[in-house]
């Protein structure tokens, strides 16, 4: 079966990031700080959470985790910056 990036979830210190739910996510891989969770818009770039960041990190690719540990409890993130969804003309 083939997985996209529909199916990548994120999970730090017990909250849900949906990556196909906002552009403003990217998850990169480094060398020197694994994986990680940024929040980026408008040139402004906010670290979320990170492997290696000392706080639970979990990335899980269609229920399975493909990164860390299992989080018992996980929250759906709150909806943060970005688009909003309303188009006006």
Same mark, same amino acid.
């Given at each position: 079966?083939? *997985?996209?990036? *529909?199916?990548?979830?994120?999970?730090?210190? #017990?909250?849900?990031?949906?990556?196909? /739910?906002?552009?403003?996510?990217?998850?990169?891989?480094?060398? @020197?700080? #694994?994986?990680?969770?940024?929040?980026?818009?408008? %040139?402004?770039?906010?670290?979320?959470? #990170?492997?290696?960041? =000392? =706080? %639970?990190?979990?990335?899980?690719? @269609? =229920?399975?985790?493909?990164?860390?540990?299992?989080?018992?409890? @996980?929250? /759906?993130?709150?909806?943060?910056?970005?688009?909003? =969804?309303?188009?006006?003309?």
């Amino acid at each position: 079966m083939t *997985h996209s990036y *529909h199916d990548v979830v994120v999970i730090v210190n #017990g909250t849900r990031y949906r990556i196909a /739910d906002n552009y403003a996510y990217r998850l990169i891989c480094t060398r @020197a700080g #694994g994986w990680q969770l940024v929040w980026a818009w408008d %040139k402004e770039e906010r670290l979320i959470g #990170g492997e290696y960041d =000392g =706080g %639970k990190f979990t990335i899980e690719v @269609a =229920g399975i985790v493909v990164c860390g540990k299992k989080q018992k409890r @996980a929250e /759906d993130a709150q909806p943060t910056g970005g688009w909003d =969804g309303t188009v006006s003309r």
